[in-house]
């Protein structure tokens, strides 16, 4: 059983068009510049930083809070997911091989991106009975002072995530699962319906405890079996390279009007898979206890890289080396799955499909999160919470199982651009802080101090917006 929302489709998809062709992808890349130049480069001065605070995971309070480590999985885990399957897949099939070229780049400014984000989403957390709680919305409602758009922004976000995204991840998997063992996608989608509503109804810290556990799992066996078949095919890599690069600056896409939709698809694809200023990440990155705002800033910005520099190079290095991403009728995980069993045999189409089902399921649960944690930003009624849970761990869960992919997609799309733009005004007027604080981190280490702290007394303009910081 399948919906027909074709003359939906095709509307979403011409709004999709004009959003993401000039104004969406220009912000993104201003937005990125603009960040890596005032923060001195910070995704690549810092790296040593970024891995030291992963291992020193350790809640800070000692209370029963989010440690860093379990924050960065939860992000992971939503970073994780289709888009380094299924969307990489895509990006390759429309946009050429060239487009994983753009996906790196928005990647590599996108980082700052997400540091500013996370950074800010620290400063303006709150406190809240299981773990702290923020994000864009309290950003904005308490850096910006703006009711409306803090309001705003959690509608999108809880549209995108909590609802469109989920379903689909839900779709990915009843495909990936119906192609490997031929399940019925009906009866999939209702399995993960129930264990994603049992999730979604223990709260973040169970939320937490199921990401910090697959995500390391999922991401090493991924990244070993791709190790392997680049090792494999090791003399073809050069040749995949300058395919990528050719494809991305060759006369024969700009001759052929291709390239725009390269560095689109690109784009795109890469956003949704890293997800860097979509105001996403920052909900998790608030919930962390840690001694100074800028330590999960660090953490976020490596989850950019960690999600597109590497696993959505293994996918794309998978597909190319194959040489099946230009065949007919073969896109999304279907080709993931063809390209992996050409490398491995038959079983790697399944094991594709088990990949895949432990990337998107915990990217349902960290979508899950995002909307949840935007719904306590609304109300504090608990029947409204109740219904969102009803809702994205089922109705939605379920609805991605018997739609298609390519409906999904381009909602999510639709809901990405502009639940990405709401973020990026806020950060442009907002990010200031994010560069003071990063310069207090640095005069903190440079006078030989191992374990940086922010009080609020260090940011006296705005200290009255500050909660969860001591004097």
């Not at 027909?4 to 709004?15: F, H, R, S």
């Not at 406190?127 to 509608?155: C, E, N, Q, R, T």
Request: glycine share 10%; hydrophobic share 50%.
């Amino acid at each position: 059983m399948t919906l027909n929302l074709d003359a939906l489709n095709t509307v979403i998809t011409q709004v999709n068009d004009a959003l993401w062709a000039y104004l969406l992808i220009g912000a993104l890349i201003l937005c990125g510049l603009y960040f890596t130049v005032r923060t001195r480069f910070v995704q690549f001065t810092m790296i040593g930083d970024m891995f030291r605070q992963l291992v020193d995971s350790s809640s800070k309070s000692g209370k029963k809070h989010i440690s860093s480590f379990q924050a960065f999985a939860v992000s992971m885990a939503t970073r994780v997911g289709t888009g380094n399957l299924a969307g990489v897949a895509t990006a390759i099939a429309v946009g050429g091989p060239g487009s994983i070229f753009w996906m790196w780049l928005i990647a590599l400014f996108g980082s700052a991106t997400a540091f500013v984000e996370a950074t800010l989403a620290q400063l303006f957390k709150r406190p809240s009975s299981d773990s702290f709680i923020g994000g864009p919305a309290y950003y904005i409602s308490h850096g910006l002072h703006s009711k409306w758009m803090a309001g705003l922004f959690a509608v999108l976000i809880t549209l995108t995530f909590g609802l469109s995204y989920n379903s689909i991840q839900s779709n990915a998997i009843c495909g990936a699962l119906d192609k490997a063992f031929g399940f019925d996608p009906l009866v999939v989608g209702a399995i993960i319906t129930a264990i994603a509503l049992f999730i979604a109804f223990g709260g973040i810290r169970r939320i937490a405890h199921v990401s910090s556990v697959l995500v390391p799992i999922m991401a090493i066996g991924y990244f070993i079996l791709a190790f392997y078949v680049v090792i494999t095919n090791i003399t073809l890599i050069p040749q995949v390279l300058r395919l990528i690069i050719e494809n991305a600056f060759g006369f024969e896409q700009v001759a052929g009007g291709g390239l725009g939709m390269t560095i689109m698809v690109g784009i795109k694809r890469g956003l949704f898979s890293n997800e860097a200023g979509e105001g996403s990440a920052p909900n998790v990155a608030a919930t962390a206890d840690v001694s100074h705002p800028v330590k999960q800033g660090l953490i976020q910005a490596l989850g950019v890289f960690t999600d597109t520099l590497l696993v959505c190079s293994c996918t794309a290095f998978l597909v190319l080396i194959s040489g099946l991403y230009d065949t007919e009728g073969l896109e999304g995980i279907q080709l993931t799955q063809a390209s992996l069993e050409s490398h491995v045999g038959s079983w790697g189409t399944i094991f594709v499909a088990i990949a895949l089902f432990l990337f998107a399921f915990s990217s349902i649960i960290g979508n899950y999160y995002y909307g949840e944690a935007n719904i306590r930003f609304l109300t504090d009624k608990k029947w409204v919470l109740t219904a969102f849970r009803i809702l994205s761990g089922g109705v939605f869960v379920l609805l991605g199982a018997v739609a298609s992919f390519e409906f999904f997609c381009n909602l999510g799309d639709l809901f990405m651009a502009l639940v990405t733009l709401c973020n990026l005004v806020a950060l442009v007027f907002l990010c200031k802080y994010a560069f003071k604080l990063l310069d207090n981190y640095r005069e903190q280490k440079r006078r030989g101090i191992k374990d940086p702290v922010f009080r609020r007394s260090d940011l006296p303009e705005i200290a009255d917006d500050i909660e969860s910081w001591n004097n």
